[in-house]
């Protein structure tokens, strides 16, 4: 079978595809400095595979998930999309490449339509407690290691650097509700719809940064629960501040965050106190 025929799908997908949303990519910037060949060949491959496949049965229309980790170590804030970028890892490296085979697609066949969403700290669970955050085997990302130590899956949480020239000494992130992110897909996808959209990229973060320790007590005041700290040097390849500029995708997307530090704690812990082992079976080890 030839390698293009490989692509057509079987016969009972004969669905017409209007569009596709790519968000199945390797995501842990430890994990990817440990296992960069991993990471290039499920994000690079694994992407460019599904461009061909969606070629072979005529849809052109991609929303990609990006990352603010291509803004590298920001000389400001907020950032805009306009921004320099760069990669400090395997994993930012994937985001980054992934952005330019998709520009170099729209150049090579303009009816591609594709947007490129940054997405900043994705945190929070859908409000019913039924979907959440549960990575597999030790967190790599802030709030879900603050989620295990609150239901006592592991006894503190490591503050990374307490010298951070910020409100507080430790680092600033632009940490945004899940369903704020959710909707911004949606607003992408209508986007495509619009005949002159071509290839975009748009921020999707709330525009206001907030540090470590103010998460850290706001997830306490959700929960009820003590977060134990051990306060540590600050970790390789950390940014200080990053938080978006949100006026393109307002502007263009009509697409607003809605929710706030507490609402994201609140349904955070919604979902950890109902699954405090995620979807995994009780006293699942890591
Ligand atoms: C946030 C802050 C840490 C853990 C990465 C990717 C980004 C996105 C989210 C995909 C930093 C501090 C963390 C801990 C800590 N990925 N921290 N103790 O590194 O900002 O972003 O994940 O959507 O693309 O780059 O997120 O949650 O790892 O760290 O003190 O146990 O929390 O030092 O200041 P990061 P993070």
Not at 56 to 84: D, I, M, N, Q, R
Not at 187 to 216: F, H, P, Q, R, W
Request: glycine content about 8%; charged content about 25%.
């Amino acid at each position: 079978m030839t390698r293009e025929a490989s692509y057509f799908l079987p016969s009972y997908f004969d669905a017409q595809f209007d569009a596709v949303i790519h968000f199945a990519g390797l995501k842990a910037v430890g994990e990817s400095a440990q296992k960069p060949l991993l990471y290039y060949n499920n994000n690079l491959i694994g992407t460019i595979t599904l461009l061909e496949v969606m070629a072979a049965h005529g849809c052109k229309k991609l929303v990609f998930s990006s990352s603010a980790t291509v803004y590298g170590w920001p000389k400001e804030v907020p950032c805009t999309e306009e921004f320099p970028l760069s990669a400090a890892n395997p994993y930012g490296r994937t985001k980054l490449t992934i952005e330019e085979i998709c520009r170099d697609v729209h150049r090579a066949e303009p009816d591609w339509k594709i947007i490129l969403s940054r997405y900043f700290n994705p945190v929070g669970a859908h409000p019913s407690g039924y979907i959440g955050e549960d990575p597999r085997g030790v967190p790599n990302n802030l709030m879900p290691f603050i989620q295990q130590v609150a239901v006592g899956r592991r006894p503190a949480l490591t503050i990374f650097g307490n010298d951070y020239n910020t409100v507080d000494g430790t680092g600033v992130r632009d940490f945004i509700h899940v369903v704020d992110l959710a909707d911004g897909h949606i607003a992408a996808l209508l986007k495509l719809e619009e005949a002159d959209i071509g290839c975009e990229v748009y921020n999707l973060g709330t525009g206001k940064g907030t540090s470590v320790s103010e998460i850290v007590r706001a997830f306490e005041h959700a929960s009820g629960k003590k977060i134990p700290l051990v306060k540590a040097g600050r970790r390789p390849g950390d940014a200080e501040i990053v938080y978006a500029s949100t006026e393109k995708a307002e502007r263009e997307l009509k697409w607003k965050a809605k929710y706030g530090i507490d609402d994201m704690c609140r349904d955070q812990w919604n979902w950890a106190s109902k699954n405090p082992y995620g979807y995994g079976p009780p006293d699942s080890t890591d």
